[in-house]
C-alpha cells in the first residue's frame, strides 16, 4: 500500500467499505433473530413476500369457512335433537291412540286418554317451534326455511344441509294439529297416520344426520388444510435460527476485526511523519 498522501488514505476507505458491509450483513441476521423470519417484509424478497400474503389471505378465509361451518353442525344438532323428540312424543301419542281404539273404554276413560293426546300433541309443535339455532331452524316448515348452507372454501361455494319440516300436518308428521282420539273410529284414523308419521320422522333424522356428518368432515378437512398453508408459509419465510445464531457469532467477530482494520488503515498515515523530523 503507497503511503504518499495525507489526504487519500486508500486503506482506511477499503476498510470502512467492508466494516460497512459487515454491519449491513449483522443488521439483517439481528432483524431475522427478532422476529423468526428471514422474509418479513416486501424488501427482503418480495416474490416471495407476495406468495406468504396471498397464503396468509387464504388462511384468513378459512377461519370464515369453519365458522359457517361449525354454525352449520350446531344448527343440524339442534334439529336433531328435537326431531329425536318428537319421535319419542309420536311413540307415546301411538300408545295413547292405540288404546283409545279399545271400543270396551268408558267415557271417562276415553276422555282421559284424549286430553292426553292432545297436550303431547301439541308439545310436538312446541319442540318443532323452539328448535332454533342463531335464527336457523330446520324443521319448522312455517319459517319457511331453505335448509343451511354452509361455506365450504374461501371462494364462496357452500354445501347444504337441507330442511325436514316436522310441522304437524306436515310433509313427514302428517297428524293433524287438530287431531284427537275422541272416539275409537277417530283413534283408529289417528294410530294409522301416526305410525307413517314415525317412519318419515326416522327418515327425516338420517337425512339431518348425512347432513351434519358432512359438515363434520368437511371441517376436519378445513383445519388440516389451514395447517398445511401455515406450515407453507412458514417455510417460505420462517428462518433457521440454529444456522442464524452461528452466523451471528461469525458476522459480530467480522465486526471486531473490521474495526480494528480501520483503527490500523487510520494510524498508518502517522508513518509519514517521520519523514519530516
Avoid: C, Y
Wanted: glycine content about 8%; aromatic content about 2%; charged content about 15%.
Amino acid at each position: 500500500m503507497s503511503l504518499n498522501s495525507v489526504n487519500t488514505n486508500v486503506g482506511a476507505m477499503i476498510a470502512l467499505q467492508n466494516l460497512q458491509a459487515t454491519n449491513a450483513e449483522l443488521g439483517v441476521v439481528q432483524s431475522r433473530v427478532n422476529t423468526g423470519k428471514k422474509i418479513s417484509n416486501a424488501k427482503d424478497n418480495g416474490a416471495i413476500w407476495a406468495i406468504a400474503q396471498g397464503q396468509r389471505s387464504e388462511i384468513g378465509a378459512l377461519n370464515a369457512v369453519k365458522d359457517s361451518l361449525q354454525r352449520g353442525q350446531s344448527a343440524a344438532d339442534v334439529a336433531i335433537a328435537a326431531g329425536e323428540s318428537v319421535s319419542d312424543l309420536l311413540i307415546q301419542l301411538k300408545e295413547k291412540a292405540l288404546a283409545a281404539s279399545d271400543t270396551s273404554l268408558t267415557t271417562s276413560s276415553r276422555r282421559a286418554l284424549n286430553e292426553d293426546f292432545k297436550a303431547i300433541r301439541d308439545q310436538i309443535a312446541t319442540v318443532v317451534t323452539n328448535a332454533t339455532f342463531n335464527g336457523v331452524n330446520l324443521i319448522n316448515n312455517s319459517t319457511g326455511t331453505n335448509g343451511f348452507k354452509a361455506l365450504s372454501n374461501a371462494t364462496g361455494s357452500t354445501i347444504k344441509v337441507g330442511p325436514e319440516n316436522l310441522s304437524l300436518g306436515g310433509a313427514n308428521v302428517t297428524l293433524a294439529a287438530t287431531a284427537t282420539i275422541g272416539t275409537s273410529t277417530l283413534a283408529s284414523t289417528a294410530l294409522t297416520t301416526i305410525n307413517t308419521s314415525i317412519n318419515n320422522v326416522s327418515a327425516s333424522l338420517a337425512r339431518l344426520g348425512t347432513g351434519s356428518n358432512s359438515l363434520s368432515t368437511h371441517l376436519k378437512f378445513v383445519g388440516k388444510l389451514q395447517d398445511t398453508l401455515e406450515s407453507g408459509v412458514g417455510n417460505l419465510v420462517d428462518a433457521d435460527l440454529a444456522k442464524e445464531s452461528a452466523r451471528l457469532q461469525s458476522l459480530q467477530t467480522k465486526q471486531q476485526l473490521g474495526v480494528q482494520a480501520l483503527s490500523i488503515a487510520n494510524s498508518s498515515t502517522s508513518i509519514l511523519l517521520g519523514l519530516f523530523r
